[in-house]
């Protein structure tokens, strides 16, 4: 093979000079070199090991929790009740579910005045709200007509800021949802130009906490035209509660770390977890019951369903300018509405539920109770 002499001043030696140390330099410092990249990459190696070991052991462990009952590392409350659950269910008067009158007049004058107070959401189960009426939670069922002026006059009879935002109202919400200071009242109107099922509650920051603490119901809007006639007419208010603690030994409180990761203890009908299966709601066979459904939330949506028969009209969304017929669940968003027809010719205990069943297992479900049956429900 033949070889090229590099030019002097790159080679180590000519044939004028004597050899020196410096290519041994080079060879010496080469050798260092690459045992260092040997090092590095030994060294990545094992970072990576570690990493993935890290990465498992972690999901290993959020299997173990999950399979604890715990979501996300917060401790669940559900399920956790008094001791004589059965029996303070059955004591305690289920909230009225039945539509109210259309008050008369050209102006319905609301007037709420909020409360700090203490409720029972579950048997046992104590929880600290903010009360929109001092009647606990939901806020009272407003029912008018499309085209009656709504006067609203809130007054703040609690410790820190609150206000009412009406999904009903087409107004300005820096004028008619703005605060009221602790101790202020004010009042302002608007038109219910838009027939529905709408919710309302308080708008102040944190919303996510006040709706969260029982600041939120209902308001029914008939159309001008009224609807298809209907023998009972039933309002159903969707919501969930996040504890910072069981609630039987002191009042729980909200814990918010769980609100914003939507990991709920409980999930209601009306503020109080299954109270429609201890009181089931009555309906004659052949009798049409319609029912009005808000998800307040503040986060879950209701999945709404009745096990046992089929919806003969549904008004997704509130929208009454079409009804979709033969219809087996529809999702009512959390913050909207929606309105349900159904007519059972049978006797017998039929499930009302959010089919969103973690929901329902944790008390979004009641009872329909159609004639006199026999027996009780397998739901």
Same mark, same amino acid.
């Given at each position: 093979?033949?070889?090229?002499?590099?030019?002097?001043?790159?080679?180590?030696?000519?044939?004028?000079?004597?050899?020196?140390?410096? %290519?041994?330099?080079?060879?010496?410092?080469?050798?260092?070199?690459?045992?260092?990249?040997?090092?590095?990459?030994?060294?990545?190696?094992?970072?990576? !090991?570690?990493?993935?070991?890290?990465?498992?052991?972690?999901?290993?462990?959020?299997?173990?929790?999950?399979?604890?009952?715990?979501?996300? +590392?917060?401790?669940?409350?559900?399920?956790?009740?008094?001791?004589?659950?059965?029996?303070?269910?059955?004591? /305690?008067?289920?909230?009225?579910?039945?539509?109210?009158?259309?008050?008369?007049?050209?102006?319905?004058?609301?007037?709420?005045?909020?409360?700090?107070?203490?409720?029972?959401?579950?048997?046992?189960?104590?929880?600290?709200?903010?009360?929109?009426?001092?009647?606990?939670?939901?806020?009272?069922?407003?029912?008018?007509?499309? +085209?009656?002026?709504?006067?609203?006059?809130?007054?703040?009879?609690?410790?820190?800021?609150?206000?009412?935002?009406?999904?009903?109202?087409?107004?300005?919400?820096?004028?008619?949802?703005?605060?009221?200071?602790?101790?202020?009242? &004010?009042?302002?109107?608007?038109?219910?130009?838009?027939?529905?099922?709408?919710?309302?509650?308080?708008?102040? !920051?944190?919303?996510?906490?006040?709706?969260?603490?029982?600041?939120?119901?209902?308001?029914?809007?008939?159309?001008?035209?009224?609807?298809?006639?209907?023998? /009972?007419?039933?309002?159903?208010?969707?919501?969930?509660?996040?504890?910072?603690?069981? %609630?039987?030994?002191?009042?729980?409180?909200?814990?918010?770390?769980?609100? /914003?990761?939507?990991?709920?203890?409980?999930?209601?009908?009306?503020?109080?977890?299954?109270?429609?299966?201890?009181?089931?709601?009555?309906?004659?066979?052949?009798?049409?019951? /319609?029912?009005?459904?808000?998800?307040?939330?503040?986060?879950?949506?209701?999945?709404?369903?009745?096990?046992?028969?089929?919806?003969?009209?549904?008004?997704?969304?509130?929208?009454?300018?079409?009804?979709?017929?033969?219809?087996?669940?529809?999702?009512?968003?959390? +913050? +909207?509405?929606?309105?349900?027809?159904?007519?059972?010719?049978?006797?017998?205990?039929?499930?009302?539920?959010?089919?969103? &069943?973690?929901?329902?297992?944790?008390?979004?479900?009641?009872?329909?109770?159609?004639?006199?049956?026999?027996?009780?429900?397998?739901?």
């Amino acid at each position: 093979m033949t070889s090229y002499p590099a030019p002097a001043r790159y080679g180590t030696s000519s044939p004028d000079r004597k050899p020196d140390s410096s %290519g041994v330099g080079v060879r010496i410092l080469a050798l260092f070199l690459g045992i260092a990249v040997a090092i590095l990459a030994v060294t990545a190696v094992v970072l990576v !090991k570690t990493a993935d070991d890290a990465r498992d052991e972690a999901a290993l462990a959020a299997g173990s929790s999950a399979q604890n009952g715990s979501s996300s +590392g917060f401790q669940s409350f559900a399920g956790k009740m008094g001791g004589n659950a059965e029996e303070l269910a059955l004591a /305690r008067p289920a909230t009225p579910a039945e539509l109210p009158p259309i008050p008369v007049g050209d102006v319905v004058k609301v007037k709420l005045t909020v409360k700090d107070q203490i409720v029972e959401i579950a048997p046992g189960v104590k929880y600290r709200i903010w009360s929109f009426a001092g009647t606990g939670v939901p806020g009272p069922v407003i029912h008018v007509r499309e +085209g009656q002026i709504v006067e609203v006059t809130i007054t703040n009879g609690g410790s820190i800021p609150h206000s009412i935002d009406f999904h009903a109202a087409r107004i300005a919400p820096n004028e008619a949802f703005r605060d009221a200071m602790p101790g202020e009242s &004010f009042t302002y109107r608007f038109v219910a130009s838009d027939p529905g099922v709408f919710m309302y509650h308080c708008g102040t !920051k944190p919303v996510l906490a006040h709706i969260a603490n029982g600041m939120y119901g209902a308001i029914v809007v008939d159309p001008a035209k009224p609807l298809p006639k209907a023998d /009972r007419e039933y309002v159903l208010v969707g919501s969930e509660f996040y504890l910072d603690r069981s %609630g039987v030994d002191e009042p729980a409180n909200l814990d918010m770390t769980k609100s /914003r990761a939507v990991t709920p203890d409980w999930a209601t009908f009306n503020g109080y977890a299954s109270q429609y299966v201890t009181h089931p709601l009555p309906a004659k066979p052949g009798e049409t019951v /319609r029912f009005y459904v808000v998800a307040a939330g503040p986060s879950v949506d209701v999945r709404f369903h009745i096990v046992g028969t089929i919806f003969d009209r549904a008004w997704p969304n509130q929208d009454l300018s079409r009804f979709q017929t033969g219809v087996q669940t529809v999702a009512v968003p959390a +913050g +909207g509405g929606a309105i349900f027809d159904v007519k059972i010719d049978d006797p017998g205990l039929y499930p009302i539920v959010n089919h969103a &069943f973690a929901y329902a297992d944790l008390g979004q479900v009641g009872l329909l109770k159609v004639g006199n049956p026999k027996g009780g429900s397998t739901h």
